[in-house]
């Protein structure tokens, strides 16, 4: 059975990234964005759960939207009221509800990146 999990990786500092919350979004037919779920990443920068499984896991485009930047703040690595990275929002597709896909963030205050995991 399919599912979609993530992980946060604070790399400016070389740990996970701990109570990120995370919104879950998927593109309707029409384009608009509906909102699936909120989640927040534990002290291992995961989600306890997978954010998607079964029934509610399905192919289609969706966005992670992270956000990073009070997460950055409440750790002290920034303190602008404006950090340069806030939100962060991954869009990605899901072709096959039969797999697994990660889709992890890899975060500094001024830089990230991403990939599909396993």
Request: proline share 5%; no cysteine.
């Amino acid at each position: 059975m399919g599912h979609l999990s993530t992980h946060v990786l604070d790399t400016a500092q070389g740990r996970p990234a701990q109570n990120v919350v995370i919104d879950v979004h998927i593109l309707d037919a029409d384009g608009s964005w509906n909102h699936v779920t909120q989640v927040t990443t534990n002290s291992d920068g995961r989600t306890d759960q997978p954010i998607l499984a079964g029934d509610r896991f399905r192919a289609g485009t969706y966005m992670l939207t992270f956000h990073i930047g009070s997460y950055f703040k409440r750790v002290g690595l920034t303190t602008a009221d404006q950090p340069f990275l806030d939100l962060v929002p991954l869009r990605f597709s899901i072709a096959d509800d039969e797999d697994r896909y990660h889709v992890p963030l890899l975060a500094t205050p001024w830089s990230y990146s991403t990939y599909r995991g396993s």
